[in-house]
Each structure stands twice: as C-alpha cells, then as structure tokens.
C-alpha cells in the first residue's frame, strides 16, 4: 500500500484527537489539567487505561514473542504467568494503595511521603518518577516511531528527526490545555481503535486459514506455541518468579506512578476508583490473551506463507521476521489494505495514550512536587497556568532530545538495558512507601530516610529484574 495512503489515515486520526481535545478542554483550568476536577467516569477511566498499559511496544512485541526461541523452545503464553501477576498487584493498589490517597486527598500521590515523613522523601520520591518515565517514556517512543519510519516514512523520504518532532508536537497540541480532562477521552477513543485493529486481524487470520477458535488453538498446541507455565524453579521464567515479579512490578509501576495514578484519582470517589482497577485488570489479562493469540496466528500466517525457522530465525523471502518485525511486516505486505491501515491506527493508537499521559504525568508532577505550584499563593491562576505551559513544552524537548540520542545509539539491546535500569527507581520508590505504610516509625526530615529504605528493597529489584526479563522487554512500556 502506498505510504502517503497510510499517512494521510494517521493525519485524520490525529485530526479526531484534536476535535476531542478542544471539546474537552473548554473551561479547563490547573485542576482539569493536573486531576480532571475530580469528575472523572470510573468506566472510561478503566478502559482508556487499557491503552496506556499497553505501549506501542506491547503491540508489536507481544505477539512477536510467541514464536521466539527461548532455550529449548518457544516463549509461547508464557506472558499469561505475568498476567497473573497483575491481577494480585491491582488488588494490592485498589484495597491498600487507593484509600490511602483518596484519605490524603492527593494531587500527586508523592505527597503522601510529605505527609509521612517530610519534604525530602517527597522530593526524592517525585525525582524517581521524573527520571523513570523520561527514559522509559522516550525510549518506547522512539521504537515506535522506528516502525513508522521504517515501513511508511523512510519510503516518503522524511527524516527521522522530523517524523519524532512531529509526533511530538501533536501529542502536546492535543494535552496542552485540558491535561488529563481530556486525556481521559481520549485514552478511550484510542484504545477502541487499537482493540479494532487487534480483534480484526484475529478474525481475518481465521478467515484466511479457515480456521474456528477451537481448532486455532488445537494447531497451536500441536506446534508448542501455547505453553504457559515453567516448572524449572532455575529458569528465569519459572513461573512463581513471573507471578511474583508482575505483581511487584504492578504495584510499584502502576500504583506507585503519577501518570497511571492520576486517572485513578481523578474519578469521583473511592469506591467508584476501586471498581475502575478491578474491572481494568479482568479486561487486561483478556487483552494480553487476545494479543498472545495474535501473535500465535501470526506465526501460523507467517508459516503457511513460506517462511521457514532456521535456528533461531525466522526466514520469509530473505529476510529474518521473528519477533518485533513480524506483526508490521504481515499486516503491510501480506494482508488487505484494509487491515494495513487498521494496524498503523492501532500501533499510533498504542503508542498516544503512554506518550500523552507520561507527558502529563510529568508536568504535573514537576509543577506540584518540584516547583510546588499549588502552594504558591502569591501566584495567579494565570500565572501558574503559564508556568505549567512552559513545563510542559520543555518536557517535549526532552523527549525528542532523548528520542535523538536513542536514535544516535541505535542499538535495540542499550535500550532494553536503559530502560531495565530505569526500572530500578521504582524500587526506592516501592521501599519509601511500603516504610510509611508498614512501619510506625517516623525519621528525621533527611535522607535518613532514603538510605534505609533503599537499601532494603534492593536486593527486592535485583531478583525481580532477573526474574522479569520478559516483563521488560516485552512491556515495559507498559508501565515506563
């Protein structure tokens, strides 16, 4: 299909934000911005954050992976045991995590290590979050955008960094006035475009092989794409480490993050916000199956078209397709141009509501946290609004200043290792607050109280990290 065709649907796409955007964002002040007044519907929340959890990254490399060698033999459903994982961590944030900054009244739910231990804990706590979703944010961007560029752009003859600004400067056109007031919609509407994109290649897949789910799976079985639990207790993947590393990944990623929390927060009360997370994390595990049998057809697709394993690649007309390359290199070149066109609307409609809520999520927590906006009396609501428009501009400089060294680096394998070592500041962060909620203790207002509490779930992050490479690589996104 023609890159301009495929371009001009992303154009449109992005035209729709807009429209929703200035909609939602009438009337919007810091408040609308930083917590949507506290007015928002539990049930959009729930399901835009579907989109937000799964990153453009997740919707290439899920399914990728299912096909993978891994050992002796395929990564398979072996995702599904992390799955498991998160549904205990949601419990964890919706009936612990929850009451506790619907009590505190929370903008930013690192000012509950204001109120437990003082202004250090709080700024370091804030710094943490600041620099994890900079680098995570920005490098799931940049892989993203490495798929446009590649199939759609690279052909039109428009420049990387042109292609990044770009981007970038749509996703703060439609996040510059309302914040998460309009976040909130348009998460939604992103995320039906990216559950259309996933549901309609499944069918066509059966459809073009003749296949009913039950014998979909049958085939998949026979060829070993399936298996979901590992029993070898010195694996990586052995399956109570995966359950174990998703839920600790859940809690600290997810209930310990501005930009996933300030959604939560946003809905009108307690009790609707605990319905939101449990009805998000029953959908989630159902969304990553989706994409788990996705990615097994895809397989299947990519097999009865010619491709062949050979070691541990996969060869189709030369070229090695395992892994991320599978799912654009079919839905462009081997299937209609209708399906061409609903998976480059589903990879931007992955790949918006993560950038757009990091870019949020981290104005709002530079302004509250770091410069204090809120508690500036001597300020103008117009004058903290032009100090919060500022932050937000200059935190898309930096993501495309990031999204340019990534580029220059260019090396897939440093990114997987920035972002593992991004996710090593949710481990101070998960000591802070498991300290104040935990102990009774109260410590000086210095770093007394970093110290200990990071040092004592260290040893917590280094085993998650080695039990979850798949997590990381696979998703980080999802959380970063």
Same mark, same amino acid.
């Given at each position: 299909?023609?890159?301009?065709?495929?371009?001009?649907?992303?154009?449109?796409?992005? /035209?729709?934000?807009?429209?929703?955007?200035?909609?939602?964002?009438?009337?919007?002040?810091?408040?609308?911005?930083?917590?949507?007044?506290?007015?928002?519907?539990?049930?959009?929340?729930?399901?835009?954050?579907?989109?937000?959890?799964?990153?453009?990254?997740?919707?290439?490399?899920?399914?990728?992976?299912?096909?993978?060698?891994?050992?002796?033999?395929?990564?398979?459903?072996?995702?599904?045991?992390?799955?498991?994982?998160?549904?205990?961590?949601?419990?964890?944030?919706?009936?612990?995590?929850?009451?506790?900054?619907?009590?505190?009244?929370?903008?930013?739910?690192?000012?509950?290590? *204001?109120?437990?231990?003082?202004?250090?804990?709080?700024?370091?706590?804030?710094?943490?979050?600041?620099?994890?979703?900079?680098? @995570?944010?920005?490098?799931?961007?940049?892989?993203?955008?490495?798929?446009?560029?590649?199939?759609?752009?690279?052909?039109?003859?428009?420049?990387?960094?042109?292609?990044?600004?770009?981007? !970038?400067?749509?996703?703060?056109?439609?996040?510059? $006035?309302?914040?998460?007031?309009?976040?909130?919609?348009?998460?939604?509407?992103?995320?039906?475009?990216? =559950?259309?994109? /996933?549901?309609?290649?499944?069918?066509?897949?059966?459809?073009?092989?003749?296949?009913?789910?039950?014998?979909?799976?049958?085939?998949?079985?026979?060829?070993?794409?399936?298996?979901?639990?590992?029993?070898?207790?010195?694996?990586?993947?052995?399956?109570?480490?995966?359950?174990?590393?998703?839920?600790?990944?859940?809690?600290?990623?997810?209930?310990?993050? *501005?930009?996933?929390?300030?959604?939560?927060?946003?809905?009108?009360?307690?009790?609707?916000?605990?319905?939101?997370?449990?009805?998000?994390?029953?959908?989630?595990?159902?969304?990553?199956? =989706?994409?788990?049998?996705? @990615? @097994? +057809?895809?397989?299947?697709?990519?097999?009865?078209?010619?491709?062949?394993?050979?070691?541990?690649?996969?060869?189709?007309?030369?070229?090695?397709?395992?892994?991320?390359?599978?799912?654009?290199?079919?839905?462009?070149?081997?299937?209609?141009?209708?399906?061409?066109?609903?998976?480059?609307?589903?990879?931007?409609?992955?790949?918006?509501?993560?950038?757009?809520?990091?870019?949020?999520?981290?104005?709002?927590?530079?302004?509250?946290?770091? +410069?204090? !906006?809120?508690?500036?009396? $001597? =300020?103008?609501? *117009?004058?903290?609004?032009?100090?919060?428009?500022?932050?937000?501009?200059?935190?898309?400089?930096?993501?495309?200043?990031?999204? =340019?060294?990534?580029?220059?680096?260019?090396?897939?394998?440093?990114?997987?290792?920035?972002?593992?070592?991004?996710?090593?500041?949710?481990?101070? /962060? +998960?000591?802070?607050?498991?300290?104040?909620?935990?102990?009774?203790?109260?410590?000086?207002?210095?770093?007394?109280?970093?110290?200990?509490?990071?040092?004592?779930?260290?040893?917590?992050?280094?085993?998650?990290?080695?039990?979850?490479?798949?997590?990381?690589? +696979?998703?980080?996104?999802?959380?970063?």
């Amino acid at each position: 299909m023609s890159p301009l065709i495929l371009f001009s649907f992303v154009i449109g796409y992005f /035209l729709i934000l807009l429209i929703v955007a200035y909609r939602t964002s009438k009337n919007s002040n810091n408040d609308s911005f930083f917590i949507g007044n506290r007015n928002s519907n539990w049930m959009l929340v729930a399901f835009g954050m579907i989109g937000t959890s799964l990153s453009g990254v997740t919707f290439v490399s899920v399914p990728g992976a299912v096909g993978d060698v891994a050992g002796g033999g395929f990564k398979g459903f072996a995702y599904m045991q992390v799955a498991i994982g998160y549904l205990i961590g949601y419990t964890v944030i919706a009936y612990v995590l929850l009451p506790i900054y619907y009590r505190l009244q929370l903008t930013s739910i690192y000012d509950y290590l *204001q109120h437990r231990f003082g202004r250090v804990a709080y700024k370091t706590g804030a710094l943490f979050f600041i620099i994890s979703r900079t680098v @995570g944010a920005t490098a799931r961007l940049y892989l993203v955008i490495n798929v446009l560029q590649f199939f759609i752009l690279d052909r039109m003859g428009v420049p990387f960094v042109v292609t990044a600004a770009v981007i !970038l400067l749509m996703i703060l056109l439609y996040t510059f $006035e309302g914040g998460v007031k309009t976040i909130v919609y348009t998460d939604t509407l992103q995320t039906t475009f990216m =559950l259309l994109g /996933l549901v309609v290649c499944i069918f066509y897949i059966l459809r073009h092989m003749d296949l009913s789910f039950g014998s979909a799976m049958q085939t998949l079985d026979e060829k070993s794409f399936t298996g979901i639990f590992n029993f070898d207790v010195n694996s990586k993947g052995f399956f109570l480490k995966q359950i174990v590393g998703g839920m600790f990944i859940t809690i600290a990623m997810t209930g310990l993050d *501005q930009e996933m929390m300030q959604k939560n927060i946003s809905v009108k009360n307690l009790k609707d916000s605990q319905k939101n997370m449990v009805t998000f994390s029953l959908v989630l595990v159902l969304v990553n199956f =989706l994409f788990l049998l996705l @990615g @097994g +057809l895809l397989y299947l697709f990519v097999l009865h078209n010619g491709a062949d394993y050979q070691g541990h690649q996969m060869m189709l007309q030369g070229h090695n397709v395992i892994g991320d390359d599978l799912f654009p290199t079919l839905a462009l070149h081997y299937m209609p141009k209708a399906v061409s066109i609903l998976f480059i609307i589903g990879l931007i409609s992955a790949l918006f509501p993560s950038a757009d809520g990091a870019l949020t999520a981290l104005t709002s927590s530079f302004c509250i946290d770091i +410069l204090g !906006l809120r508690d500036k009396a $001597e =300020l103008s609501e *117009q004058q903290k609004k032009r100090t919060r428009m500022t932050v937000h501009v200059s935190f898309a400089v930096i993501f495309l200043l990031c999204i =340019l060294i990534f580029k220059w680096i260019n090396n897939k394998s440093i990114i997987g290792v920035i972002l593992e070592l991004a996710a090593y500041t949710y481990g101070p /962060l +998960l000591g802070l607050f498991a300290f104040g909620i935990f102990t009774r203790r109260h410590l000086p207002n210095s770093g007394a109280i970093t110290a200990p509490a990071t040092v004592a779930f260290l040893p917590w992050v280094v085993s998650l990290s080695s039990a979850a490479d798949l997590i990381f690589s +696979l998703c980080i996104s999802a959380r970063l």
